[in-house]
């Protein structure tokens, strides 16, 4: 099993990027893809994710409107598209994958609900 996240880097405030997460090793429908974030002293928080097989979402409040992800079952990848980013979205950023059974509105944001988890990217946003 192998998640591999790309496309991290700088951007100005508000500006944007497009993470990727490229799934391997397991069936794509069978798990729910989520994004977290860890920014230096701070615990890792959900960010968003997505169940393939349903198209379902679940954000963050701080990102709703600003972020978006969506998934293509062609190439097992999973993307999250930042719009409009802040300074406070600076962070390392990793996605997981959750059994696509278990992954709901009360446990999307959980980091100890997932079982594979990718090497994470950087993403650093400047004021």
């Known amino acids: 099993v192998q998640l591999v996240e790309s496309g991290g880097g700088l951007a100005q405030a508000g500006g944007s990027l497009t993470l990727s997460c490229a799934a391997s090793?397991?069936?794509?429908?069978?798990?729910?893809i989520g994004w977290f974030r860890q920014a230096p002293g701070r615990e890792r928080e959900g960010v968003s994710c997505?169940?393939?097989?349903?198209?379902?979402?679940y954000y963050k409040d701080s990102v709703k409107g600003r972020f978006t992800v969506s998934s293509d079952a062609a190439k097992n990848t999973v993307y999250l598209q930042m719009n409009s980013l802040k300074p406070e979205d600076t962070a390392v950023y990793y996605c997981?994958?959750?059994?696509?059974?278990?992954?709901?509105?009360?446990?999307?944001?959980?980091?100890?609900?997932?079982?594979?988890w990718g090497q994470g990217t950087q993403v650093t946003v400047s004021s």
């Open positions: 090793g397991f069936t794509f429908d069978d798990y729910a």
């Open positions: 997505i169940r393939p097989s349903d198209g379902s979402t």
């Open positions: 997981a994958a959750l059994d696509a059974y278990f992954a709901t509105d009360v446990t999307w944001y959980r980091d100890y609900e997932y079982t594979y």
